[in-house]
């Protein structure tokens, strides 16, 4: 099978403090991922809090991932920044550390054109060392990748394919149409999206879940991969009983708010979120604990 093909959980970054990394609870949640089955592991993705760390963070995270993941399965890292340089500079680590290939969304502060991202795309992409992903991600970059746009990407060399987590299957399956032919793996972010997206052709998924409860998500992709649509409607249902911990908040920081709580709840690592945010109340925790009783997960 295709190297790029299943699910890869956008990992969490455990953190003891502010700048520090919870490297016991990064290791048991990297175990409890692999055990899980997952086909890969995204480090420094939105869900990994990715542009809130420091960059003395950013590089003991990729160091730290690649070495409890020791090769068992691929892993991706993202580089989104306001500067190519600290991506290639962050890529270069990456790659030494022996990840197995790059993330990028579009640069997030002034938002480029269509003709400026593949400009962009252009000039980054043949430096890295490791195949690229691209990342639409319009809800926190301000832009939507066109489905133009990532045609004329994909015939960027080192550009491998592409994780979209716009949340619009009208705009996933044009994606799909313009690629049909190609070896372009398309992955979905949004996880409630996932089984149906491979049904029709695509890749796998980043599901945030997937850090609570990767089986979950595995058996999704293998139920969809063998067009058990029975199956898939019993494992969407606790999928959609699960994003319940995404809304226990009122924010856009709920959702990994609601991961860390669940993952801290379980035992696997800290909840402690990177400033400007802070972790769920007692209030919040409950409900968390109570969504994950509901699925048998604490």
């Known amino acids: 099978m295709n190297t790029w093909h299943g699910i890869f959980p956008p990992l969490v970054t455990p953190l003891a403090s502010a700048d520090t990394l919870d490297v016991a609870g990064f290791d048991r949640l990297v175990e409890h991922v692999i055990a899980g089955g997952v086909h890969g592991i995204f ?17 003991e995270t990729v160091s730290a991932g690649c070495r409890a993941v020791a090769k068992r399965v691929p892993v991706m890292v ?3 920044d306001t500067s190519s ?8 680590h990456a790659a030494a550390c022996g990840a197995d290939a790059l993330v990028v969304a579009p640069p997030y502060y002034l938002p480029p054109g269509q003709e400026e991202l593949l400009e962009y795309l252009a000039h980054l992409a043949p430096k890295l060392p490791l195949p690229l992903f691209l990342y639409n991600m319009p809800a926190m970059t301000k832009v939507h990748i066109d489905v133009a746009t990532v045609v004329k990407a994909s015939a960027i060399p080192n550009i491998i394919g592409m994780k979209d987590s716009s949340g619009n299957m009208i ?4 994606l ?5 032919g190609r070896d372009f793996p398309l992955l979905i972010g949004a996880e409630e999206l996932l089984g149906e997206s491979i049904l029709f052709g695509g890749s796998g998924g980043v ?9 979950l998500h595995v058996s999704m992709y293998a139920a969809a991969m063998a ?8 494992l969407q249902k606790k999928m959609f009983a699960l994003r319940e911990i995404y809304r226990v908040g009122h924010y856009a920081s709920s959702g990994i708010k609601g991961v860390k709580c669940a ?16 972790n769920f109340r007692s209030a919040e925790r409950e409900k968390v604990h109570a969504i994950l009783q509901t699925l048998n997960i604490a």
Request: negative net charge.
């Open 171 to 174: 705009y996933y399956h044009e």
């Open 43 to 59: 480090l420094l993705g939105t869900t990994g809090e990715g542009p809130s760390l420091s960059a003395k963070l950013k590089y």
């Open 207 to 215: 599901p945030g879940g997937a850090n609570i409860a990767p089986s």
């Open 263 to 278: 993952l801290s709840i379980m035992g696997i690592c800290s909840d402690f979120m990177a400033e400007p945010f802070h």
């Open 176 to 180: 799909l149409t313009a690629l049909r």
């Open 78 to 80: 993202g580089i989104t």
């Open 85 to 92: 340089i600290e991506s290639l500079a962050l890529a270069a």
């Open 227 to 234: 067009k058990d649509t029975a199956r898939m409607l019993d």
